[in-house]
């Protein structure tokens, strides 16, 4: 672990036991510290191998980390655990410096604002573009609230400014179904953002995308960075490269541990992550 990682879970854990550590569905996360979520020596066995071996990680707020590695790596375990999906068998992972994750359930965890986009994208394929993110409004979702809802101008505002950040608003009546692949996953990732998350975890977001969907999604996660917490799983290192921009952290897991941590240039001389994962 980093003296920087070290020093920010160290204070982050220093906040939440000052504090006191909440496990209320929708209580606010803390984060005084600077630090969005810290993961410390998370642990998860499935039959007797190690998907997860004493991870520990740092995010601060507003930050954009790209998670690379190997297939097998983790990373997929790793959000599973941050999002409730998976129990660790030992560690802590807190959201804020408050909020301990591992005492709450699934939808409690998004309801606090953790969202979570899998590498294939969900839509209401059905319904238009609009009706995919008012479903997804972050509102009274009780059935009778629901079917008797109005939208006011205010949420109608809000979905049109979400529609032209991800590039729908030209496609804003059409069938989701009727999408390309790449606007299928813009149009999720807009659900998410309808959510009003203040950590998004995106699996592979850029997969199956063309060149031109590729670089605008990361237009469009470099518009996100500041006013969300992001953590971007990626095996494209073009992709990788231009979230970076050359100066953000990046960090490589191998065999569930962190393997290399810093600026992708630094890690891509790394020799043990040439040897595992870059290839010579």
């Known amino acids: 672990m980093t003296p920087d990682l070290m020093r920010s879970g160290t204070e982050a854990l220093a906040a939440h036991q000052a504090r006191g550590v909440s496990a209320i569905a929708g209580a606010e996360p803390y984060f005084g510290q600077g630090v969005a979520l810290y993961v410390q020596d998370i642990t998860v066995s499935f039959d007797g191998f190690k998907a997860l071996n004493s991870l520990s990680l740092a995010i601060d707020v507003g930050e954009l980390r790209c998670i690379i590695g190997p297939n097998g790596a983790g990373k997929t375990t790793m959000m599973d655990c941050i999002t409730g999906k998976t129990r660790p068998d030992a560690g802590r992972v807190f959201f804020g410096s408050n909020i301990d994750l591992l005492r709450l359930t699934e939808p409690e965890i998004a309801q606090i604002g953790v969202g979570r986009k899998f590498q294939k994208p969900t839509v209401y394929e059905q319904l238009g573009v609009f009706e995919n993110l008012e479903l997804a ?4 979702r009780r059935a009778r609230a ?5 939208l006011s101008g205010a949420q109608r505002d809000r979905i049109d400014e979400v529609l032209a950040l991800i590039h729908l608003k030209d496609e804003a009546d059409r069938t989701a179904g009727l999408l390309s692949h790449g606007q299928k996953q813009w149009l999720e990732i807009g659900m998410l953002l309808m959510q009003e998350p203040k950590l998004l975890l995106l699996d592979e977001p850029v997969a ?4 031109e969907e590729t670089e605008r999604t990361a237009e469009l996660f470099l518009s996100l960075e500041g006013k969300h917490s992001l953590v971007v799983v990626e095996h494209d290192m073009k992709f990788v490269d231009q979230l970076t921009e050359g100066r953000k952290k990046v960090t490589v897991l191998h065999e569930g541990s962190v393997l290399a941590e810093g600026r992708l240039a630094e890690v891509q001389a790394n020799e043990k992550v040439v040897e595992v994962y870059l290839g010579r």
């Open 137 to 140: 409004l972050k509102a009274d």
């Open 146 to 150: 629901a079917l008797f809802a109005r």
């Open 208 to 211: 199956g995308m063309t060149d």
